[in-house]
């Protein structure tokens, strides 16, 4: 399958033999390459891809190094410490070395990649789990870079059982997240800013028209806490204090562009109220006269907090 532009393959066979610029050896902290896949590699590639990468061991579980590949197809060779010399691994030791692994990649502009099965050979981690691990960090390194180098990444197992697992794992999650999870639903935040008697509304200049809320998109790696403190700032020059969350909107069609998720919060504004990002203007309104053309379903909304403001003076 592809990920925007990038080829993601499972195949049963030597990783050893495998037509890609770099290679993962599932490797221990010091980099002593004994059996298993860092075995193979070692003796079909000549134990200078050991000593290189000696040279910049010990490293922590979890971070990844690049040596060359002495006499394999492969140019380079990245070393994924998933263990300790106890050959013990966890999940959080394999999805670091995953991730760190397609960071080393990136940083070396390596266009082509092959991955063993992390932590499942001494270090006897499951198959299904690292398989699900793997993906879902493949899937975070596609989302994070914004020009990933690698053009194809394969995963090689060895045994037919493990060739199955992977195969049907990497290809059903991955379908999951680009078919379903990166379709939507959004989600967005919106502030119910008291301030001067009234509540702040901004006239949109964009699509969707309309008076509404503002708000605006959660951005990836942020908090709701600060996207609706980010969206109001940059929406009406206010600074939201003493702010909470009040209540969550999902209806299907409450957007008409796609479906979106809105958290909305309540709060004060301080500042001097000033219309900028793709407010064309900002006012406040008092809650028994607002405007007739409101956007989205910010009228429910408003009508909700008016009577949870009722039920709070009883």
């Given at each position: 399958?592809?990920?925007?532009?990038?080829?993601?393959?499972?195949?049963?066979?030597?990783?050893?033999?495998?037509?890609?610029?770099?290679?993962?050896?599932?490797?221990?902290?010091?980099?002593?390459?004994?059996?298993?896949?860092?075995?193979?590699?070692?003796r079909k590639g000549g134990k200078i891809i050991e000593e290189e990468a000696q040279k910049q061991g010990p490293v922590k579980v979890g971070e990844?190094?690049?040596?060359?590949?002495?006499?394999?197809?492969?140019?380079?060779?990245?070393?994924?410490?998933?263990?300790?010399?106890?050959?013990?691994?966890?999940?959080?030791?394999?999805?670091?070395?995953?991730?760190?692994?397609?960071?080393?990649?990136?940083?070396?502009?390596?266009?082509?990649?092959?991955?063993?099965?992390?932590?499942?050979?001494?270090?006897?981690?499951?198959?299904?789990?690292?398989?699900?691990?793997?993906?879902?960090?493949?899937?975070?390194?596609?989302?994070?870079?914004?020009?990933?180098?690698?053009?194809?990444?394969?995963?090689?197992?060895?045994?037919?059982?493990?060739?199955?697992?992977?195969?049907?794992?990497?290809?059903?999650?991955?379908?999951?997240?680009?078919?379903?999870?990166?379709?939507?639903?959004?989600?967005?935040?919106?502030?119910?800013?008291?301030?001067?008697?009234?509540i702040v509304m901004i006239e949109r200049s964009n699509p969707p028209f309309g008076w509404a809320l503002p708000g605006g998109f959660l951005d990836?790696?942020?908090?709701?806490?600060?996207?609706?403190?980010?969206?109001?700032?940059?929406?009406?020059?206010?600074?939201?204090?003493?702010?909470?969350?009040?209540?969550?909107?999902?209806?299907?069609?409450?957007?008409?562009?796609?479906?979106?998720?809105?958290?909305?919060?309540?709060?004060?504004?301080?500042?001097?109220?000033?219309?900028?990002?793709?407010?064309?203007?900002?006012?406040?309104?008092?809650?028994?006269?607002?405007?007739?053309?409101?956007?989205?379903?910010?009228?429910?909304?408003?009508?909700?907090?008016?009577?949870?403001?009722?039920?709070?003076?009883?």
């Open positions: 399958m592809k990920i925007r532009e990038i080829e993601v393959l499972v195949v049963k066979g030597d990783i050893t033999e495998v037509d890609t610029e770099a290679i993962v050896n599932a490797a221990n902290n010091e980099f002593r390459m004994g059996g298993g896949v860092a075995g193979a590699i070692k990844a190094v690049l040596t060359l590949a002495g006499n394999l197809r492969a140019k380079y060779v990245i070393h994924a410490a998933t263990m300790e010399l106890d050959f013990k691994t966890d999940e959080e030791i394999v999805r670091k070395a995953a991730y760190n692994t397609l960071l080393c990649a990136q940083k070396h502009k390596i266009t082509s990649l092959a991955f063993c099965a992390l932590g499942c050979g001494v270090g006897r981690f499951p198959y299904k789990a690292a398989s699900k691990i793997m993906a879902q960090e493949i899937f975070r390194y596609l989302r994070e870079s914004k020009a990933p180098t690698l053009k194809k990444i394969v995963f090689a197992l060895y045994s037919q059982a493990a060739y199955e697992i992977f195969q049907k794992n990497i290809d059903s999650y991955l379908e999951y997240m680009v078919g379903k999870v990166s379709q939507g639903p959004f989600v967005t935040v919106d502030g119910i800013v008291e301030y001067r008697q009234g990836y790696g942020e908090s709701l806490e600060s996207a609706v403190a980010r969206e109001i700032k940059e929406e009406t020059g206010l600074e939201f204090v003493d702010f909470k969350q009040f209540k969550t909107y999902s209806e299907p069609d409450r957007d008409p562009r796609f479906h979106t998720v809105s958290v909305v919060f309540t709060g004060c504004g301080q500042g001097e109220l000033v219309a900028a990002s793709d407010a064309k203007s900002a006012k406040v309104f008092e809650l028994n006269s607002l405007p007739q053309n409101l956007a989205f379903d910010h009228g429910e909304i408003i009508r909700d907090y008016m009577r949870c403001r009722a039920l709070s003076k009883k």
